[in-house]
């Protein structure tokens, strides 16, 4: 059919336009649907809109229609429905208006809420502060019920900054986490994801394992408080740690991967990353030795880390090349984007620590993880749970989606 040959629209009707909203509820079941559009198909009407949300075997269907056209015509169909709906054992209400939906306002944010448990309480003041903020609530639709349970509001009529900004606060107050990003077709757009490592990517700190094989983990600790308490930046805290490795057998090495841990739900994150074609990696202060190893175990397209120099089977007490510090990690991940040929605003940065804020606040999303509330505060969003697959809500993944894609692979 050509340009010229396809019809007008005739669905969407002007403002003033008679149209009738036809509303059911009551026990879900198979057929419903189909039954009320073929009642309403009797009327020569046109569907404008519908909508359909099933909780806990109870369905709501909404259908917005064009008024039928002549005489009676409308009360007729009242009739019909309702004893159509009354055959069905359902509830059915219509309300007569003008036009189509109103439109939805400017500046439209995903809000997504992480609760463990999510209280009404919570969700209270969560959707009070977005009124507040001048938004509207467009949809809700839940995203996962466990390990945590997670709920997408769509939002509209507030800028994603401020509203992101007055929700953080809200989050902090009422201890949930909540995600605010931007709508548009770069949420379903292809990403880079990048990771630190150390408790992040995994539960250990891998300086304290080599530590622990070298006999130093109190002098590690000491230099580590150090930095803490300022006195040293990280590169003079990353040097004087790895000082005290000094002679250690390189064995030592195969030993270490063999005692880290991953994070629940890592490999959950990085395989549904990969499904959904992101490209994932990882930068960290840590060492090559062990990055380059989770990196071939998680197929992790890049990683880049500090390297230990290892002289006739010994660790010397140095590191070689340039070191991976707070500023280094922000530059990999703008490396890594135009590798991959990403844009950094469709990136997705996440780590714990205060040496990743830099690349936090580079990424397009930066997630603190189980952070330091300096590092909380910071971040775009937070994630306070021990499950790193809940990363993957705040992108607008479902659970059942997860769970979809697994049972698949493994037909």
């Known amino acids: 059919m050509s340009a010229s040959q396809i019809p007008p629209a005739t669905a969407v009707p002007a403002d003033g336009d008679p149209t009738l909203l036809v509303k059911i509820f009551g026990k879900d079941r198979p057929g419903l649907t189909a039954g009320l559009c073929d009642t309403l198909a009797a009327y020569g009407v046109d569907i404008v809109d519908i909508e359909q949300v099933v909780t806990r075997g109870r369905i709501v269907l909404?259908?917005?229609?064009?008024?039928?056209?002549?005489?009676?015509?409308?009360?007729?169909?009242?009739?019909?429905?309702?004893?159509?709906?009354?055959?069905?054992?359902?509830?059915a209400e219509i309300i007569s208006g003008r036009g189509d939906n109103r439109p939805r306002g400017?500046?439209?944010?995903?809000?997504?809420?992480?609760?463990?448990?999510?209280?009404?309480?919570?969700?209270?003041?969560?959707?009070?502060?977005?009124?507040?903020?001048?938004?509207?609530?467009d949809r809700i639709f839940r995203l996962a019920k466990?390990?945590?349970?997670?709920?997408?509001?769509?939002?509209?009529?507030?800028?994603?900054?401020?509203?992101?900004?007055?929700?953080?606060?809200?989050?902090?107050?009422?201890?949930?986490?909540v995600a605010v990003v931007a709508s548009g077709l770069q949420r379903r757009a292809q990403r880079l994801v990048v990771m630190d490592v150390d408790s992040t990517l995994i539960q250990d700190e891998v300086i304290e394992l080599f530590a622990a094989h070298a006999g130093c983990e109190a002098e590690v600790a000491e230099v580590t408080a150090r930095a803490m308490r300022g006195e040293l930046d990280f590169e003079q805290s990353l040097h004087a740690r790895v000082a005290l490795l000094a002679g250690i057998d390189e064995s030592v090495v195969e030993k270490v991967?063999?005692?880290?841990r991953l994070t629940p739900g890592a490999r959950t994150l990085i395989r549904t990353l990969k499904r959904l074609g992101y490209q994932v990696g990882v930068v960290s202060g840590g060492f090559t030795q062990v990055t380059d190893d989770l990196q071939e175990r998680l197929g992790l397209d890049f990683a880049s880390a500090n390297t230990l120099e290892i002289v006739d089977g010994k660790l010397t007490g140095r590191v070689i090349g340039e070191v991976v510090d707070r500023a280094g990690k922000a530059r990999l991940l703008r490396r890594f984007a135009a590798e991959a040929g990403v844009p950094l605003v469709q990136t997705v940065a996440i780590g714990d620590g205060a040496n990743d804020l830099d690349m936090l606040n580079a990424a397009g999303l930066g997630v603190a993880f189980n952070a330091k509330p300096v590092v909380r505060e910071a971040a775009h969003t937070a994630v306070n749970v021990p499950f790193l697959d809940t990363v993957l809500y705040l992108l607008g993944v479902t659970r059942e989606e997860v769970e979809a894609a697994d049972a698949h692979e493994e037909d």
Request: include cysteine; aromatic fraction near 4%; charged fraction near 20%.
């Open 62 to 91: 909404c259908v917005l229609v064009t008024a039928p056209k002549g005489d009676g015509a409308e009360g007729e169909l009242r009739a019909t429905v309702h004893s159509w709906a009354e055959s069905q054992r359902m509830q």
């Open 106 to 137: 400017t500046g439209r944010s995903h809000v997504t809420v992480l609760g463990h448990p999510l209280t009404a309480e919570a969700v209270a003041a969560i959707a009070a502060r977005i009124t507040g903020t001048g938004g509207n609530i």
């Open 257 to 260: 991967r063999a005692e880290v």
């Open 146 to 177: 466990y390990p945590v349970t997670a709920v997408d509001f769509e939002v509209s009529g507030a800028e994603t900054e401020p509203l992101r900004t007055a929700l953080a606060t809200e989050a902090a107050d009422i201890g949930v986490d």
